[in-house]
Structure formats: C-alpha cells, structure tokens
C-alpha cells in the first residue's frame, strides 16, 4: 500500500500526515502556522521540519508523494501561496524547496478544493458527484466537485466563494480589501467585527457576553441570550446570501459544512441559515463533515497519490 506526506496549511494552523492508499491517517502533528520572519519561507521551513519528522517515522519509508493544501490565492505555474488575505507573508514557495529537498514529487492545491477531494474519498460526500464543501474557519473558502470533476479554474482558485458579494447594507471590507464579501462578515476572524456594527444599529446597548469572541457569540446564542438569537438572524442571511449563490453556480447534491465553527456550532448555523436560502433550485443536502477537520489533509493526500 503506497503512502503520502500531506501538508494543510491554514492560517492559525500547520498540519502534516501520513496517509496511505485507503484513506487511512497514519500519523498526523499540527503546530502553529508562522507569522513573523523575513520571509514566507519561514513557513516554507516549518513545513520542511514537519516532512522530515513524518519521514523519520518508520511508515516514512512507503511515501511516494507528497501533497500541500492551503489557503489561497495560489500560482499553480510557481508553485507559490500569493497574497492570502490570511497568511502573514505575500508569498510562500511550497513545490520547488520541497521538491528539491526530499526528491519527491509536489503538489499543490487549494485547502478547500483538497476539502471536497477528501469529503468525497472519506467523508460525508462519498458516492456523490456534484459535491461542495464549504469551511468556515479564520477565512471562508469553498471546493466544488461537478459530474465527478473537481473544479479548479485557470489557476487552481476556482471556488473561492468566501468572496462572493453578499452585502451593501453594512458594505464592511473583507481581509482581501474589497467589500462586501461573505468572508469579511461570517468568517471567525470578522464575526464580532459584523456583530458591532449590527449592534449599533440595532441599539443595542448592553451585552451579556464578550462581545470580541466569535465563540462567547455563538455560545451565547446556544444559552438562548435574546441578543446573540438575534444577531444570528442576521448572520443567518448573510450565509444563506452565499449558499444561494453556491448552489446556484454548482447545483450540489450535498454541501458539506467543515472548519471549527461548522464542526463546533453548525447545528445553529444551519438553523438560521436554511431557511433564508433561496429555493430557485432544489435545496441540497446541507451537512457537517465527520472527518473532525481532516478533510483536507485526506484531499491532500489524494490529490497527490492520483497525480503520481
């Protein structure tokens, strides 16, 4: 059974695995993703020393492939992560310094495209061909799979709906710099940030919980505080403006919710999102992953064992 080295860069988090031919993690370590240094290739460097140690394992000695998912915008041609409105470096080389030290080949794809690959191998979507997978983490990022093709644009970051316009009447700038975006209102990183500017004018004056953290909001909301029940109505239509228009431009069977405020509050998510969405299409079926975040790793993994 042959085995991969998969890397899933994400803007809090590094994680790297074995994984072999089945599906099956047979090693996996996540440390903190870095954010100071000269350079991206601070990072670069972290994802070296997380390679070596999977390798110096005694399962390193079947690897034949070694696959990074991460957080985009990518330039596949280089081999590069580009501008990420969540990683602290305009560029990170990932193909060419990997390549070159541990002589094997790289691939590179996009964290959330690696996600549905995963989802779609391991997870919730298996047996489905028109899947996407959504993770609501520090960003929002989408990966879409149509007819049984993955989706991957003219340069792998087709699916970035965290960037889709759902807003004017608040119009808050998203990390990427424009406006409006779903990310920039229903990411982790931009909740209380949304939640602000809702409060003010919904007048609301006092609050019962930290109103900073995205978790005291959502826990708030699971203790039936009346404000926080009312900010996720807003919330609610915020998300269901961009799962609307998700399911309009890939007609899923299933959309898979993952990232740590899917895995950890999906259940209000969905309860407040579903019945906002648009019914121009038939509704899909709107999960959350099962594979506890390790979607694209497992997506990673097969990725890079199918280009080999």
């Not at 991969?4 to 993703?33: K, P, Q, Y």
């Not at 930290?210 to 915020?238: K, Q, Y």
Request: net charge negative; aromatic share 6%; hydrophobic share 45%.
């Amino acid at each position: 059974m042959t085995t991969a080295i998969a890397v899933d860069l994400g803007g809090t988090n590094l994680r790297a695995a074995l994984i072999d031919s089945g599906a099956t993690i047979l090693a996996h370590a996540t440390v903190l993703t870095p954010t100071t240094g000269p350079s991206g290739e601070a990072i670069t460097a972290a994802i070296i020393a997380r390679i070596e140690a999977l390798l110096a394992s005694p399962e390193g000695r079947r690897v034949t492939a070694i696959g990074v998912a991460s957080a985009g915008p990518l330039d596949l041609d280089r081999g590069w992560v580009v501008n990420s409105p969540n990683i602290a470096f305009s560029v990170v080389e990932i193909t060419r310094p990997l390549r070159e030290r541990f002589g094997l080949p790289v691939t590179l794809i996009n964290d959330a495209r690696a996600g549905v690959l995963g989802e779609r191998w391991a997870g919730a979507a298996r047996g489905s061909d028109n899947v996407v997978y959504l993770t609501l983490s520090t960003g929002i990022g989408g990966g879409a799979v149509v007819n049984g093709r993955l989706l991957l644009g003219m340069d792998g970051n087709a699916g970035e709906i965290g960037h889709i316009p759902v807003d004017t009447r608040y119009n808050l700038t998203c990390g990427c710099g424009y406006r409006g975006h779903w990310e920039g209102y229903a990411s982790a990183k931009h909740i209380p940030r949304f939640f602000t500017v809702w409060r003010e004018e919904a007048d609301v004056r006092q609050v019962a919980f930290d109103a900073g953290s995205t978790r005291a909001i959502f826990e708030a909301a699971r203790a039936e505080d009346p404000v926080a029940l009312a900010f996720m109505e807003a919330l609610g239509e915020v998300n269901a403006r961009g799962v609307s228009a998700v399911i309009v431009a890939y007609n899923p069977e299933v959309i898979v919710l993952d990232g740590p405020l899917a895995r950890y509050y999906g259940d209000i998510i969905i309860r407040y999102m579903e019945p906002c969405i648009d019914r121009y299409l038939t509704l899909p079926r709107i999960v959350v992953s099962d594979l506890r975040g390790r979607s694209p790793l497992i997506g990673a993994a097969a990725y890079a064992l199918e280009a080999r």
